[in-house]
């Protein structure tokens, strides 16, 4: 990627319904099994954190927080295959933190495929731990896949 496509500048923002289409055409490019249209939708409707980051008039990436019972869950943070390694990824989980520190969450969660180097090198660089692994928690390929359980502490609880 060259320095003048660096350059453009990208800012966050909540994500809206007319952003579905795009952001599912990304969701198909970056995933072997994407959410549908209809589980977008279903996140909006349901009021989680849905956030997207933009190139002047093109989304290129997307950040999903549910919060509940003062517990955040990571359901989705995705870049654009296109525009990669530009640090998009890194803002995006970056507000998905402020979000969850905004909403006073103790403590975030995640699953990641313990295949998905890149995402996991991300997580705990932002001090994410791997705390557990769920057995065949993923669809894959071939038969399941299992799940690496990330987790970090926000606040300390009392
Ligand atoms: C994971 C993902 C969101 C990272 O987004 P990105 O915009 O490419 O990442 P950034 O440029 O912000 O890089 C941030 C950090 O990610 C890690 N990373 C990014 N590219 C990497 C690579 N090629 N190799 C190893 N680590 C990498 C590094 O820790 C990097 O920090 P550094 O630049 O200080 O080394 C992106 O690869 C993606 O969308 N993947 C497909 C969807 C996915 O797997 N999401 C996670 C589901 S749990």
Redesign the pocket.
């Known amino acids: 990627m060259n320095t003048r496509v660096r350059e453009i500048p990208a800012h966050l923002r909540v994500m809206a319904h007319d952003d579905i289409a795009l952001v599912s055409d990304i969701e198909r490019r970056?995933?072997d099994f994407p959410w549908s249209h209809g589980v977008f939708r279903d996140c909006l409707l349901a009021g989680y954190n849905c956030v997207v980051i933009e190139r002047i008039d093109r989304v290129v990436?997307y950040g999903i927080l549910s919060i509940a019972a003062g517990e955040a869950h990571i359901l989705?943070?995705?870049?654009d295959p296109m525009y990669?390694?530009?640090?998009?990824?890194?803002?995006l989980l970056d507000e998905v933190l402020d979000v969850a520190s905004r909403e006073d969450v103790g403590e975030i969660f995640?699953?990641?495929r313990p295949s998905?180097?890149?995402?996991i090198?991300?997580y705990r660089?932002k001090g994410f731990r791997n705390i557990a692994n769920r057995p065949a928690y993923y669809q894959a390929k071939e038969g399941r896949e299992d799940a690496a359980v990330f987790s970090k502490v926000m606040k300390k609880a009392g």
């Not at 990669?84 to 803002?91: I, K, P």
């Not at 998905?116 to 995402?119: I, V, Y």
């Open positions: 970056s995933y990436g989705n943070l995705c870049v990669r390694d530009l640090g998009y990824g890194e803002r995640l699953e990641v998905n180097k890149k995402a090198s991300l660089k």
